[in-house]
């Protein structure tokens, strides 16, 4: 079965910065979509950097651009994601999703419908930007 394990949270300081990795095994194909999303108290889910495994590029929202690196390796079926200048403001809960097969470019994965669609997610790991 697909499983995802994400580790690398933590508590950072305002202007810090924490590399998030997300490990996935059992996928039953190379083509597959996958991403980094998060949630914090009170708030919807958000989907911040989604990517594909055809596509050669990351899209990012528009509240981590600039500050987040998201980077597959396909090789090793593992997803990071480097966040830089961290705010107070993205303490949540992160998680990476992967879908089965590509449904859509990158930035379907992190829309609202697109983050519904993927059928795989991993158990979450938590990030607290703080001093």
């Known amino acids: 079965q697909v499983q995802l394990v994400e580790s690398g949270g933590g508590l950072v300081q305002p202007g810090g910065s924490l590399r998030l990795s997300c490990s996935v095994s059992?996928?039953?194909?190379?083509?597959?979509?996958i991403g980094w999303f998060r949630q914090a108290p009170g708030k919807e889910r958000e989907g911040i950097a989604c990517?594909?495994?055809?596509?050669?590029?990351?899209y990012y929202a528009d509240s981590v651009r600039g500050r987040f690196n998201g980077s597959l390796d396909a090789a090793k079926n593992t997803l990071y994601l480097q966040m830089n200048s961290l705010k107070p403001e993205d303490t949540a809960v992160y998680y990476c999703?992967?879908?089965?097969?590509?449904?859509?470019?990158?930035?379907?994965?992190?829309?609202?419908?697109?983050?519904?669609?993927?059928?795989?997610w991993g158990q979450g790991t938590q990030v607290t930007v703080s001093s």
């Open positions: 059992g996928l039953p194909t190379k083509y597959y979509g």
């Open positions: 990517t594909t495994s055809s596509d050669g590029y990351t």
């Open positions: 999703a992967v879908d089965d097969q590509i449904h859509g470019a990158p930035h379907y994965y992190c829309s609202t419908y697109g983050r519904s669609s993927l059928p795989y």
